[in-house]
């Protein structure tokens, strides 16, 4: 589950794995990134089993992504419209 690549755009974070697979997940199951500019989301710093933005002092693991698991206040884009 080793990350070799991350990236964001505006509505997703992707990871690429070492054995090649990408995976993707909403911004909006991270908090700290969906309210981040896109300059402090494009730099990174790859962990053995995740990814950390130093400029928010946050990361995620892998395996929470894999797992579907969302960082505690995700709320989905059409709860936070109402």
């Known amino acids: 589950m080793r ?4 990236r ?8 690429t794995l070492a054995d090649g697979r990408q995976i993707r ?4 199951w991270y908090p700290f990134l969906e309210k981040a ?3 402090d989301r494009a730099e990174v710093e790859l962990m053995f089993e995740g990814v950390w933005w ?15 698991w969302k960082a505690p206040g995700a709320v ?3 709860v936070a419209a109402e």
């Open 3 to 6: 990350p070799t690549a991350a």
């Open 8 to 15: 964001c755009d505006d509505r997703f974070v992707y990871v």
């Open 25 to 28: 997940a909403p911004l909006w």
């Open 37 to 39: 500019s896109a300059i």
């Open 54 to 68: 130093p400029k928010m002092d946050e990361g995620i693991s892998v395996k929470s992504m894999l797992l579907g």
């Open 76 to 78: 989905p884009p059409s």
